[in-house]
């Protein structure tokens, strides 16, 4: 941990919420004179303080320690504003509607980016009755596969995870759906266009 990041965080937060050193020494059992030299970086906090700090600012404590507070603007909770992570270690499939600190097998991990399906990644959606059936022309292989495809509403997020011995196709309920993705565990996540 940086302790000086971590003091600069703590009076970043301390500031934004109009508390001033002796009201948040007083919250934590401690005097107005360690928060000072926390926030000077001339000390730090014992560890056992950490999580009461983070809930005095109503942080949690990756975001305290890292000094990356998530501030969620999509309150409304939009699933077409989902956001995918995948591990590169055990490829665990993360979803969010919004922004998040995410990691996995400690690794910090940043949302994927959707590009436009190339000519790699041929993309076939069938409308059949009420469902969308989607096709992948790829090879499944553990070294090279299409690890999941999903499909997104404004209010629904379908998923389907597949594995390299399965074909890369899925079927989805058609109510809705706005976009399509898919992850290449290569190439990464990408997005195709409905029919």
Known sequence: MNQYVTGQIIKQLREKTGMTQSV????????DKAVSKWETGNGYPDI???????KT????????????TITNANVSSNMLRSKF????????VLHSMGRAVISCHG??????EAETA??????????VEDEYF???DHGMTKEHHISFIAALSSDRLQ????????????RFKRSCIEKILFYCNRDGLYQTNLP
């Not at 948040?24 to 005097?31: I, N």
């Not at 690794?107 to 994927?112: E, K, V």
């Open 159 to 170: 998923l389907v995870k597949l594995y390299p011995e399965w074909n890369a196709e899925a």
């Open 85 to 92: 992570y995948v591990c590169p270690v055990c490829g665990n």
């Open 134 to 136: 989607v096709q992948i």
């Open 57 to 68: 600012f109503g942080v949690s404590l990756t975001e305290l320690i890292s000094g990356n």
């Open 118 to 127: 190339d000519d790699r990644h041929e993309v076939t959606v069938s409308a």
């Open 107 to 112: 690794i910090d991990l940043n949302p994927l």
């Open 24 to 31: 948040l020494a007083e919250r934590l059992g401690v005097s």
């Open 48 to 54: 056992t303080l950490l999580e009461p700090i983070a």
